[in-house]
DNA sequence: GATGAATGAGCATTCATTCAT
DNA sequence: AATGAATGAATGCTCATTCAT
């Protein structure tokens, strides 16, 4: 019989590697990096253990590989509002996705926050946080459009409000007054000073 | 010589108990629990692997201990700034007491914040951190003093502004400006609206 | 187009028969049996992992096959110089061989070398080598042609400094001065004593 | 009670230390390097598997402290004859021993021969060789007591005869007549010309 | 003939914990 | 109170081999 084709093949790989990265992201999240054993991964991914290393080449460059498909997230959802000519509005804009995201996709934001906390987590992707701090620097620009420090200290601030945000919600659950938050924060982050006398 | 009195046992007990407490604190802090073993915090302690367990049940209980002595600093810390009369004042302090212990205790901080999140270390802190998040609803009145809604609103938006810093602070390290920020935030929180225009 | 001949199938079967003992032999000789994997293999020979099933039933037949034409080869070389006449000659003729065979097939000398003490890595191996000894023993008359005693005894020295010159340059590798030891044994072993004067 | 003695603590670990690298020689000799599992080590130890990383860093570290043994046992027995004036005495004393090692300590020399070939232990002793070649250069000087470049081919000639005569003597066994080829290479390699005719 | 995804047994290594002294 | 040798379960990872296509 003829071999499958390569597309063939590349649907297969595809469906596996997110079966795993699936399976990983929530066995991380819930019970740590350190504590998920590659085993496990692979019994919740419906796989066997060797699989796993047909598509990663370690239990670090899994975790890598979530870290990097959460930045894409980050950057397609910034680079999706660069166009948008005023600063209040571009920072509007962000903080509304960043809400929704919480809202929406709760577990998701709830495992990627959880996990860059665990220790053994960070160990592992100090590299990627220092490139993730650099990132955060050039955001700042095109977030808030100021000058250089300004901007950064702003952009700190309110990357900062989210994360802290995210993580209340994630503590007190649903009873977490999101949308008046929601709607403080861009009264005092997204209107001119004339609008808050 | 004569036999040591009681008293002299007990001395050397509590010696040897701060010198692993203090080793496990800072190892926990940099390396993570997972990450820490046993060996290295008697090598740090300067003792030997077995009397660690004359000492403590077991790795993890001396995480709780460690833990269980930052809870109460934290609370400490805010309790003492109740009787603060002037609102403004009060949230300044606290605002000004939490900068502070990020930066001169990061270990702590590290713990508390990791650990409040590390899922499924064990159920004991677990339950240490659901009590001191509900806290903060309460401290909300006391710290800000206003009417019910506009108070839980603002002191959630701080709660959460500590929180996202101290976070950052444990991703980014060093290079994450904690001063500028404090200054920003205490302009912004912590004065009249006359003063803002 | 018309279905293949039966021939020409025959040549594709013998063609990747011959890529994959090729690339065997190189990768066995260079990293060793154990750390040379199938994947390298076929990676090698340019063709699929399950493709060498189709050859070969398992990784030792792999190497049963290499190293049953290594020991024909030797076999060969040694039976083609029987009928030289001059025992002098011959011994040289014999002693030259060995050198080319080492320096000009590396590998081969290697893996026969190598698999004739692997201790348990199969049972046919060491009937092979245990065989191909064992007529060493004959090849002293049949080379010094001398005495039975005193053939025995400069044969043995012969086969012994041979083997162990094989050893070490398996061991030393490139550094090892092949040729110089060459002449020098050329000069000892196979010139009448008149020379050695 | 007390804690032991560090002497005693000494005594322990060097009688385990033993046991490990003498269970260890055994099997790399008799089952190869790579199929020998830290497990088996651990078992013919009479041990545990844990304990073994107790003395040594890896499996790696067992072999190289094998070959560290051998090398010093080899490097005591040159020392030893470096003081004999006359250069044809110095060879045939070395000679001798070595002979006297084959036919004493018949194990002991097979399993170093043995491992040395093994395909893994030759990649895991790159280093090593590199530095072994090194020394027997030195030692060609000592030895053969000649110029540099006839002291090498001599003395490698010799050290080539040593392993191939081990080697034979470990495949053909008792029937191998060690005694006899002795007397001969002491004949050939450490009498004047003079005597040859 | 040919492909490469999938399996699972096997292995080196780590480490909390125990225990004889 | 103190030591560190000893244990053994757990884990990340490799690789020969199978199999559906």
């Not at 063939?8 to 019970?31: C, D, T």
């Not at 996990?115 to 990132?135: C, D, I, R, S, W």
């Not at 989210?162 to 503590?171: C, Y």
Request: charged share 30%; net charge positive.
């Amino acid at each position: 019989m003829a071999p499958r084709r390569p597309e063939q093949f590349e649907a297969i790989r595809e469906k596996s590697r997110e079966k795993i990265l699936a399976a990983a992201l929530e066995l991380f999240g819930n019970k740590g990096y350190d504590a998920t054993s590659i085993e496990s991964i692979a019994k919740k991914a419906g796989i066997s253990k060797g699989l796993i290393y047909n598509y990663f080449e370690s239990k670090k460059s899994i975790l890598l590989a979530i870290f990097g498909d959460a930045m894409k997230m980050g950057e397609d959802m910034i680079a999706g509002q660069i166009n948008v000519k005023n600063p209040l509005l571009r920072k509007k804009a962000i903080i509304e996705m960043t809400f929704d995201m919480i809202s929406e996709r709760p577990e998701y934001m709830k495992l990627l926050t959880v996990m860059a906390l665990q220790p053994g987590v960070m160990a592992e992707t100090k590299e990627f946080t220092k490139n993730a701090y650099k990132k955060s620097e050039e955001w700042g620009q095109i977030i808030t459009g100021k000058g250089k420090k300004e901007a950064l200290i702003e952009s700190l601030m309110i990357g900062a409000l989210m994360d802290g945000i995210t993580l209340n919600f994630i503590m007190y659950g649903e009873r977490y007054p999101l949308k008046e938050l929601k709607k403080e924060i861009i009264k005092v982050y997204c209107t001119t000073k004339r609008n808050k006398n």
